[in-house]
């Protein structure tokens, strides 16, 4: 099944609303503040005046970087209308900060003409981000920096034990929810492929056990499952129930790794 991140409008609107509260619980985990907020101290020079963030999605990220920047003139490009019309509503009053409907791979945005940008889990939603990282390193000025930061989905986990019921779901959220599992070991390369010189790179573990961060996880996995006939409501339930379960009782083992790459474009 095709990892519907890549076309969000044709997921429908139920899954827009769902991934949209998702992302914002992510961006409120301790964990995933601590990565942003390190990433965009990484972005800080002086003279920060324009920031653009390439996948944007509900703009979960994009608030976070319009309050660390608050001088800087912020846009969130995202391919989904859908994300973007809850992106602009989210973002109500945040002057700084608006959101374009847009390609990675064609930004409406003049060459040389952005401070920083940021890429925040979108390559691995992609079949290839060889041409979002050309046109991220098209519109950075001489430089300018980027932050990209993404999920080694190949390591997530709900395994507490040999073959724990859980972990299905977990292999199955990143079958059918996610492109590209690996991208993560690809990174480095990937950004000199394009001509950025990568000055710091950094994994993170994010551990999910006492909040229900990754219930979206089980959730869309069980709904998917039911509708394919391959298991019946009573599993379901009953897997959404484990899941709430070792929450309350502390002990679900959510487990992702994260990476963060900056890369600076070259000085001519
Ligand atoms: C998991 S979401 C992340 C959204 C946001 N960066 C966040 O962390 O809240 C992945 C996003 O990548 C976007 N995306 C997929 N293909 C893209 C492309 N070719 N160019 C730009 N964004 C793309 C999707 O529409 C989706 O909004």
Same mark, same amino acid.
């Given at each position: ?15 827009i609303?769902?991934?949209a ?27 920060? %005046? ?6 944007a999605g509900a703009g979960?990220?994009s608030r976070?970087?319009a ?7 912020v846009t969130g490009f995202e391919?989904s209308e859908g994300f973007v019309k809850e992106a602009r509503s989210r973002a109500a009053g945040v002057d700084?900060l608006s959101f374009e409907v ?32 050309? *046109?991220?390193?098209?519109? /950075? ?30 292999? %199955? ?33 994010? /551990? ?13 996995? %069980?709904?998917?499952?039911? *509708? ?21 009782? @502390? ?5 992702? /790794? ?6 600076? @474009?070259?000085?001519?």
């Open positions: 099944m095709a990892d519907p991140f890549q076309d969000v409008d044709a997921a429908g609107a139920d899954f609303t769902m991934f509260d998702a992302m914002d619980m992510r961006q409120s985990d301790p964990t995933m503040e601590a990565i942003v907020a390190d990433y965009l101290d990484r972005l800080d020079q002086t003279d920060v %005046t324009r920031i653009v963030e390439i996948g979960a990220v976070r970087i309050a660390r920047f608050p001088v800087a003139r391919p700084n847009a390609d990675g791979a064609a930004l409406p945005v003049a060459e040389d003409s952005v401070d920083a940008v940021v890429i925040h889990t979108v390559l691995s939603h992609v079949t290839d981000p060889f041409p979002i990282l050309k *046109e991220a390193l098209r519109v /950075l000025r001489p430089g300018g920096r980027i932050a990209v930061c993404d999920a080694d989905f190949s390591k997530g986990s709900f395994a507490s034990f040999p073959n724990d019921p859980l972990d299905s779901l977990a292999r %199955t959220f990143v079958s059918d929810f996610v492109t590209d599992a690996y991208i993560v070991g690809k990174l480095r390369g990937l950004l000199t492929g394009v001509g950025l010189a990568v000055d710091h790179f950094q994994l993170w573990n994010r /551990l999910t056990d006492g909040a229900p961060m990754m219930l979206p996880w089980v959730e869309v996995t %069980t709904k998917q499952m039911v *509708e394919r006939g391959q298991i019946g409501a009573g599993l379901r339930d009953a897997l959404i129930e484990e899941h709430n379960r070792r929450v309350a009782a @502390k002990t679900l083992y959510g487990f992702q /790794l994260f990476a963060t790459a900056i890369g600076t @474009k070259p000085q001519m």
